[in-house]
């Protein structure tokens, strides 16, 4: 069974730019959480989306939003782009809310 | 507040030797941990977890211990292998505090170096 996908890998943006990143989870999962891993801060939970439904949100600004799809295909957005925003940006897909989570590779988010 | 928090950031053992790496965490109301171990340039990867109703689980070359008392949790490595240097998290879920979703709140992380 293939893991949770994540692209593009790796990504370099500008102050001021938007960008979205993708994650495919593993085959029947409906679970979709997205983390910010940064060397300070460690690993935040940014938000969970279940049945294409935001079921939670972690307390980051309204310029961090996402979705997913009806193939539980989630993407996250980050607008307005701050050079506090680079970080690696995890997803993690589980079968349940309350169950393990499986994590892709992240993509490596670089703000210049 | 919600906070995970590990007791050491580095461990050095020896190969061969037992590893445990500890965390200490806030929030009464966690009833599911996990631990992960991420590797350089990794996402991290699932090793074992744990529901509140249990105070020891075993996996391959690894135990979880849970003491509920004290809010403590700690990985427990056997015949600890060069392969298993990497960062080691826990992370806690609370079924009652996060609406039963998928919010998992991190540890800092240890990293564990095997000396060969």
């Known amino acids: 069974k293939a893991g949770v996908t994540q692209t593009p890998r790796y990504l370099i943006k500008t102050r001021g730019q938007q960008v979205t990143l993708s994650c495919s989870p593993i085959s029947g999962h409906r679970s979709v959480s997205w983390y910010q891993q940064t060397p300070g801060q460690g690993l935040q939970f940014l938000f969970e989306y279940f049945s294409e439904t935001q079921r939670n949100k972690g307390n980051f600004p309204g310029r961090f939003s996402g979705r997913q799809f009806s193939n539980s295909r989630s993407e996250m957005n980050v607008s307005t782009l701050e050079l506090g925003d680079s970080a690696l940006y995890l997803c993690?897909?589980?079968?349940?809310?309350?169950?393990?989570?499986?994590f892709g590779p992240g993509t490596r988010l670089t703000v210049l | 507040g919600e906070s995970v928090g590990l007791h050491l950031p580095t461990l050095s053992v020896q190969e061969g030797d037992n590893s445990i790496i500890n965390c200490a965490y806030s929030n009464s109301a966690s009833d599911y941990f996990i631990w992960y171990k991420q590797e350089s340039g990794k996402g991290p990867q699932f090793i074992i977890d744990i529901r509140s109703n249990m105070d020891k689980r075993q996996g391959q070359r690894v135990t979880v211990l849970l003491n509920k008392t004290v809010k403590h949790l700690s990985l427990q490595i056997a015949a600890t292998q060069p392969g298993d240097s990497a960062v080691y998290f826990c992370a806690e879920n609370s079924s009652a505090s996060s609406g039963n979703t998928g919010k998992l709140i991190f540890g800092q992380g240890t990293t564990l170096q095997v000396k060969p």
């Open positions: 993690a897909s589980s079968l349940r809310s309350d169950n393990e989570q499986f």
